[in-house]
C-alpha cells in the first residue's frame, strides 16, 4: 500500500504560480505512473499530468506549456509546476500513483489539495 500526501495548494492571482509536490509512503521506484488529477464543481475530473517510470509525460491539452511534471525517484515525491495560471485551473488538485497506467480508477490516490486562481 503506498499512501500519498500532497502540498502546495493555495489561493493565487491570475498569471501566477504554484508547486504541487505529493510525497508517497514507500518507493516510487517501480510504479509506472504517477499524475496529477483535477475535480472542479461541475466539471468531470481530468487527468493533468501523468509521468511515467521511464520519464515520460504527458498533459492535458489545457494545460500544455504551462504545467511541468516532475518525478524524483531518490525522494519518493512527483511534482507538478504550474505556471500562468488561469481561473479555469481552479479546484482539487489529486495526485495518483499506479504500478501499470492511469486510467479511471488508479491504485493509490492523495486526499487532495486545493488550488484557487482569482481573476
Known amino acids: 500500500q503506498v499512501q500519498l500526501v500532497e502540498s502546495g495548494g493555495g489561493l493565487v492571482q491570475a498569471g501566477g504560480s504554484l508547486r504541487l509536490s505529493c510525497a508517497a509512503s514507500a518507493s516510487i521506484f517501480s510504479i509506472n505512473a504517477l499524475g496529477w488529477y483535477r475535480q472542479a464543481p461541475g466539471v468531470e475530473r481530468e487527468l493533468v499530468a501523468v509521468?511515467?517510470?521511464?520519464?515520460?509525460?504527458n498533459y492535458a491539452d489545457s494545460v500544455k506549456g504551462r504545467f511541468t511534471i516532475s518525478r524524483d525517484n531518490a525522494k519518493n515525491t512527483v511534482d507538478l509546476q504550474m505556471n500562468t495560471l488561469k481561473p479555469e485551473d481552479t479546484g482539487d488538485y489529486y495526485c495518483a500513483a499506479d504500478y501499470y497506467g492511469l486510467g479511471e480508477d488508479p491504485q493509490f490516490w492523495g486526499q487532495g489539495t486545493q488550488v484557487t486562481v482569482s481573476s
Open positions: 509521468i511515467t517510470s521511464g520519464g515520460d509525460s
